[in-house]
C-alpha cells in the first residue's frame, strides 16, 4: 500500500516538474520570438507601458500571460501597465497580476482610478515624463458615451474634458475608458466626443471595449486583441482611414512612445508581433 502511494506520489511530482518545465521553456522562447525577430526597435530614448484586456482566463493562460508579461515589461523596462476592464479595481485579472508581479514594482492604472479624485470631473489626468523634455497625458476618462450624448451632466463632463484638452501643450495625448467611442451601427462622425478628440488633438483612445463586426469606417484606424469575450484591449488612432480587426486570443499591447512616433505592437501569447499601428506627430500613418 505505502509502495502505492510513493509510486503515485512520484508519478504527481514528475508531472509537475515536466509541467513547469513547459512553461518555462514556453515563456523563454516567446521573448525570444520577440527579440530576434527585431520586430520592436529600440531607443534608449524611448519610453514603454503595457496595455492588457481584464477578466477570467483559464488558469494555463493565465499563467503565461503574466510570466510574459513580466518578462516584456523587464526587456523594454516599461514604466506601467494599463488594465482594461470595466470592473475597474474589482477585476481578477488585475488582483492576480498585481499579487503575481508586485516585485517588479511597475503600477497598474484601471478606469476605476477615477473613484474619489475625479468622480465629479468624470476624468483623472496622468502626465507622464518621457525623454527628450516629452510629454505623454493619459487621461483616464469615466462616463458612459451615449449617456453622456444625451444628458445634461453627460455634456458638462464633455465640455470640462474638451476644456483640459484645449488648455493641455502635452507632445502625446491618449484617452482611457472602459466602453467603446463607436458602435457598429453609428460611425465614429455621429459620437460628440470623437469630434472633440479630433479637434483637440487626441491622438489615441484605449479601451476594453469596441464596435463587434469587421467593417471599416473612416476616421479611425483600430488595432485589438480579442477572445471569444472580446475583452480586449482596442487601441483605436483617432484620425486614421480605416479600423483593422484580428483575432489572435490572448495576448496585449506594448505602446513605445518616442519623442515623434508612438508604436503600439500586438503581441500574441506565443510571444508574437502580428500587428503594428504607428502614430506620427504631424501626421498619422498606418502600418
Known sequence: MERSLTWK??????????VALFVALNIGHSIDNIHRSNTIQTNPNDFYFVSVGG??????????????MGKVIKLYNA??????????????????????LQSLKVPWYTTSILK??????????KQIKIPDQNVLDVIFYHADFKQDNSTGSG???IHRLTNLLKASTSDWRI???????EGCDDGPQ?????????????????????????????GMTHIHNITEMRRGPYFTSINEKR?????????????RVGSIEIVTYLVTLKGEVVHQTSLKQGGRHFI
Open 175 to 181: 484617452v482611457v475608458g472602459s466602453q467603446s467611442l
Open 155 to 157: 455634456n458638462h463632463r
Open 79 to 100: 514604466q506601467f501597465v494599463v488594465n482594461l476592464s470595466e470592473l475597474g479595481q474589482d477585476d481578477p485579472f488585475l488582483q492576480n497580476a498585481t499579487h503575481h
Open 243 to 255: 479600423i483593422l480587426h484580428s483575432d489572435v486570443g490572448n495576448g496585449f499591447l506594448l505602446h
Open 9 to 18: 506520489i512520484t508519478i504527481v511530482t514528475q508531472f509537475c516538474l515536466c
Open 116 to 125: 474619489g479624485e475625479g468622480e465629479e470631473l468624470g476624468y483623472v489626468v
Open 55 to 68: 477578466g477570467s482566463r483559464a488558469s494555463n493562460h493565465q499563467t503565461l500571460l503574466l510570466k510574459l
Open 190 to 218: 455621429k459620437s460628440d466626443l470623437y469630434r472633440e478628440f479630433l479637434k483637440y488633438g487626441v491622438d489615441a483612445y484605449l479601451s476594453a471595449q469596441s464596435c463587434n463586426g469587421n467593417v471599416q469606417k473612416e
